[in-house]
């Protein structure tokens, strides 16, 4: 079963540092996201993009953050200037379609560690 | 605003019990409920979805229901097993929201043998 692949595992950054998450979604999937997860917390919804735009973004993804697909299969979360409060598991998702009717596939995170 | 509640936060059961986890949503609009399951340091990893046009969905021994009236959905386990402990979470688009999932603040379901 195609899975969405996500890179590195684990990234330890120091607080101002820039940080870039990758993310290769499903072959066929048009809509990507990024959600992240503060240990013990729900997951929260970052950004959406499609056809090499973002199509919605949260509170949360202010500009400290930006997304670019810089290619034909990856598709990357820029943080610039880290702060502690980054400190989070990043998960990348994809779906087929964007219409509010389809399944999002999660890969398996980034965590990010501020130090 | 979106809201998604999401009850109970903690569950435990002994094993070869049925476990219910109930997902209350604010936007009448909602058309697609699905539920992942989250093992620890591990992914969201989809279950079970719903969409508008039904009330019941089966998958061997998970279950959805869905109840647009009263605006929830619950997610139904039977014949629990240890392996099925994990954190539960409901995630309703919210017709509001567009395209992204409103996560639940999650359901810990303890399993014990």
């Known amino acids: 079963e195609p899975e969405v692949t996500q890179t590195p595992s684990h990234q330890v950054t120091q607080m101002g540092q820039e940080v870039i998450l990758r993310c290769v979604p499903i072959?066929?999937?048009?809509?990507f996201y990024w959600y992240r997860q503060i240990l013990g917390q729900k997951v929260e919804f970052l950004v959406s993009?499609?056809?090499?735009?973002?199509?919605?973004k949260s509170e949360i993804f202010d500009d400290q953050f930006s997304v670019e697909r810089p290619d034909g299969s990856n598709f990357t979360l820029k943080i610039r200037s880290t702060k502690l409060e980054d400190s989070a598991m990043y998960f990348c998702a994809s779906s087929e379609e964007s219409s509010t009717n389809q399944p999002q596939h999660f890969g398996d995170g980034t965590r990010l560690s501020i130090l | 605003g979106e809201n998604v509640e999401q009850h109970p936060s903690t569950l435990s059961v002994q094993e070869g019990d049925s476990a219910v986890i109930k997902c209350t949503y604010s936007d009448s609009a909602s058309n697609y409920f699905p539920w992942y399951k989250q093992e620890l340091g591990k992914r969201p990893q989809l279950i079970i979805d719903i969409r508008s046009n039904v009330g019941e969905k089966k998958d061997q021994r998970i279950a959805v229901t869905l109840n647009k009236t009263a605006k929830h959905f619950s997610l139904h386990i039977t014949e629990t097993q240890p392996e099925d402990s994990a954190v539960y979470f409901c995630a309703p688009y919210l017709n509001q929201a567009g395209t992204a999932l409103i996560f639940g603040k999650g359901t810990t379901l303890s399993v014990s043998s």
């Open positions: 072959s066929n999937h048009l809509y």
């Open positions: 993009f499609y056809n090499n735009e973002i199509s919605e």
